[in-house]
């Protein structure tokens, strides 16, 4: 089984920027589709990221394009998100999961989640 480890959230001021990581461990992933999801508290976990298993495909929520950037790095099993131009409504514990799905199907909230990580908590003051 696939797992992940995120880190890299912290305490940041709107406008900062932050970079999480996700480590990948277990069988190869390589073929797996990857995603970065968020859930702020009181609200439902929602999709901010996909990225497809070459890396060459990426989609977004609306509303972090253009401010965040998902990338994956397959000699490492790693996968980053690029947090920029944060947001106080950024504010989220971030999880990275794995998909067996398609990134689109992710991005269209059909796909299937085979693992998450346990998350990394981001604090966007205002």
């Known amino acids: 089984q696939v797992q992940l480890v995120e880190s890299g959230g912290g305490l940041v001021q709107a406008g900062d920027s932050l970079r999480l990581s996700c480590a990948i461990t277990g069988r190869p992933y390589e073929t797996y589709a990857l995603a970065w999801l968020r859930q702020a508290p009181g609200k439902e976990r929602e999709f901010v990221a996909s990225?497809?298993?070459?890396?060459?495909?990426?989609y977004y929520a609306d509303s972090v394009k253009g401010r965040f950037t998902c990338s994956r790095d397959n000699a490492k099993n790693m996968v980053y998100l690029q947090m920029n131009s944060l947001k106080p409504e950024d504010t989220a514990a971030y999880f990275c999961?794995?998909?067996?799905?398609?990134?689109?199907?992710?991005?269209?909230?059909?796909?299937?989640?085979?693992?998450w990580g346990k998350g990394t908590l981001v604090t966007v003051s205002s």
């Open positions: 990225i497809d298993w070459s890396g060459q495909t990426t």
């Open positions: 999961a794995v998909s067996s799905s398609h990134a689109y199907d992710l991005f269209r909230g059909t796909g299937e989640i085979l693992n």
